[in-house]
């Protein structure tokens, strides 16, 4: 891709490469949407055979419209190429994510309403595929595993899952695609155990090759449908466990965590050897085990899945009885020596609960005054029965390998030094009043402005409830205090306290004297994110942000109307003030501009307003970028950029004293 140009695509950077070939992410040369483009390599654009078959088949998974399953547009053909235009997937920091990175990035332990919550998402996808046909045969995905299981958002939901790839193993043949992974070890196997890439390709290796079914794996023809099933019950396992289903495994119930869900059922059912003895609806199998009932049912695990090449699953067999909690295997197969107990999981510790779980959020009076204010239909809604949706705190430390100098310490008369193991502290945070944003049409944008912030559009929002003023330093040093340093856990720097009010000594964070009610600076795009994620809320995106400054009045240059002046906001001055030192604007908010600029979660393009135009509902910004969204102006800025439509970035790495942040949160209807 030298030339970067694909037919009306412009070819922003390589993804990595999928059954078809490489994967590439792309954005609309003219209306200025991502998209991800799957290139057929060049032997299969050479078989005139498949290509006839990919493009009627193709077809068929094009009008696939389910909400967890990534959209194939169209499939085209540019200069003997033929690629495939398909859906652009990115979870909430609009980053590109599958769900073991999901699963790593907490730890590899999920809660277990979490896990029924992507199961039941992955499970009602799966079985709307397999309602359908292809070429006059079920379709099934054929391929699941955790590459092609994508971690999204939707606004006012909470975390979603989509199937990539859907289809495309029928097209192309699973001897293909299992052939592939083979010869990629095989490549590699001289490459030493230092390799930078070997763990990437272990680890490829075994999604491909342990989400195959047992008929898959010896080349047994069946229902595609069912090999799913299989490899539904491997990733619901693993989410679990964190391991593999190999060999003799131990249960669920065995794992020594108390359980919501009869998740014994679920894996027994899924992981029958025999694929007739697998479950047909997904949906309503989760349905049956969350009453938390152990299932008694008999379940054939004795027979380690590496032994499977001695298996006729081709021919109905007669019932055998079941084996007896002593015998190594089953009656009917030679003696195989049983597998070494394994000694019983310890429970991972739990997180303390959270006082967030039971918070209900009010207004304070001088909010409420500022409610009865508002006539426009547009205005913000307080209403008792809408309330901000304050999800778990959710505290991600850094974490660090192990020191790779051990291996050659030796024994000596003294011991070596090691250092003392930090105590984790349960800190709570201080929160701040939210104000709710009603949903509705709103124009965003300015035709008199900057090149970027035109053209003026109308956009359509969901409702939101934003803080009433930015987060201050005595909020944020509880967050420190918690993290127990600056760095998150990707080891980005959260906070530069050179540049803010805060500092350490004798190991504990302190803000300066008269800052503890000034707005936090210093912070960084991954600081701010990672503050609101303890606190259970997000990043506003830049369309709520402008949105919410501008209030209940339509078509103004300021939050204030169409001037402003040094008795409304902190601007041209020498130092940053007390939040809520000025008056707030039209819906209750305080420090909408002036004072610090505040991160927002969009990656920000200097030509998205023309894009966002073909997309008015909740925009979220371009898929990738270089720099992050800045709004608001700060206290050293001239007057001209307190404009609420002016749009400010910068590197989410980078830190200074005029950035910091307020939290946004979803609402729901009780």
């Not at 697998?278 to 695990?301: A, M, N, V, W």
């Amino acid at each position: 891709m030298e030339e970067r140009i694909l037919g009306d695509y412009e070819i922003v950077k390589l993804l990595g490469e999928g059954p078809l070939g490489k994967v590439y992410l792309a954005n609309h040369r003219f209306i200025k949407r991502p998209f991800v483009l799957k290139l057929l390599p060049p032997n299969l654009q050479d078989d005139p055979a498949f290509v006839e078959r990919f493009t009627n088949e193709i077809a068929t998974l094009a009008t696939l419209d389910h909400s967890n399953i990534v959209k194939v547009h169209n499939v085209s053909h540019v200069d003997s190429t033929y690629f495939l235009t398909c859906e652009c997937i990115v979870d909430s920091d609009r980053i590109s994510t599958s769900i073991f990175d999901y699963f790593q990035a907490r730890g590899g332990e999920l809660s277990e309403d979490e896990i029924y919550l992507l199961l039941s998402q992955i499970a009602s996808a799966l079985d709307y595929i397999h309602q359908k046909t292809i070429a006059g045969m079920p379709l099934a995905h054929r391929a699941l595993k955790f590459n092609n299981l994508l971690m999204g958002s939707r606004l006012g939901e909470g975390p979603c899952v989509y199937l990539s790839d859907t289809g495309l193993a029928h097209i192309i043949g699973e001897s293909v695609l299992i052939s592939k992974a083979f010869q990629v070890v095989s490549e590699n196997i001289g490459i030493k155990s230092t390799h930078p890439d070997l763990n990437q390709l272990q680890s490829s290796f075994m999604q491909s090759f342990a989400f195959l079914a047992p008929e898959q794996k010896v080349g047994k023809d069946f229902s595609g449908t069912q090999a799913d099933v299989f490899a539904f019950g491997v990733l619901t396992y693993f989410l679990l466990s964190g391991e593999y289903p190999e060999g003799i495994f131990p249960l669920p119930s065995e794992f020594g965590r108390t359980q919501s869900y009869d998740w014994d059922r679920l894996v027994s059912s899924c992981l029958q050897l025999d694929p007739r003895k697998r479950p047909h609806s997904l949906t309503e199998l989760l349905q049956s085990i969350s009453g938390g009932q152990r299932s008694k049912q008999s379940f054939d695990r004795k027979i380690p899945l590496d032994d499977l090449s001695r298996m006729d699953i081709t021919k109905p067999k007669p019932p055998a009885p079941s084996p007896t909690p002593t015998a190594p295997v089953a009656p009917s197969q030679p003696q195989v020596p049983q597998a070494a107990p394994r000694p019983p999981m310890t429970p991972k510790p739990k997180k303390p609960p959270s006082q967030l779980d039971s918070i209900t959020m009010n207004l304070t009076p001088r909010m409420a005054s500022a409610q009865q204010i508002v006539s426009s239909p547009a205005a913000v809604a307080v209403q008792t029965e809408v309330q901000p949706v304050i999800k778990p705190q959710e505290l991600e430390r850094p974490e660090y390998e192990e020191d790779p100098g051990a291996i050659f310490q030796k024994e000596t008369t003294v011991a070596p030094y090691k250092p003392k193991e930090k105590e984790l502290k349960t800190v709570e945070p201080l929160l701040t009043d939210m104000v709710l944003v009603q949903g509705g049409e709103y124009y965003r944008g300015c035709n008199e402005g900057a090149r970027d912030e035109r053209p003026q559009h109308m956009v359509h929002l969901e409702g939101y409830a934003m803080d009433v003023h930015p987060v201050t330093n005595q909020q944020f040093v509880r967050f420190l205090e918690a993290m127990g340093g600056e760095k998150d856990h990707t080891n980005h720097d959260i906070i530069r306290l050179r540049d803010s009010r805060i500092r350490k000594q004798d190991g504990k964070y302190l803000v300066e004297s008269g800052y503890g009610s000034h707005p936090v600076v210093g912070v960084s795009w991954y600081g701010a994110v990672a503050y609101a994620k303890w606190v259970g809320k997000r990043l506003p995106t830049e369309a709520e942000w402008e949105v919410a400054c501008r209030g209940t009045i339509r078509d103004v240059i300021y939050p204030t109307g169409n001037d402003i002046d040094k008795d409304h906001a902190n601007y041209f001055s020498a130092d940053t003030t007390p939040v809520m030192t000025f008056q707030p604007n039209s819906v209750g908010l305080y420090d909408m501009v002036g004072n610090v600029y505040e991160w927002c979660a969009d990656w920000y393009d200097y030509n998205f307003y023309e894009s966002s135009i073909h997309e008015p509902h909740n925009p979220v910004g371009p898929a990738q970028g270089v720099y992050r969204v800045l709004r608001g102006g700060c206290w050293k800025s001239l007057k001209d950029d307190l404009r609420c439509a002016h749009r400010h970035r910068n590197n989410p790495g980078t830190i200074n004293g005029t950035y910091g942040f307020r939290c946004a949160s979803d609402t729901k209807v009780l």
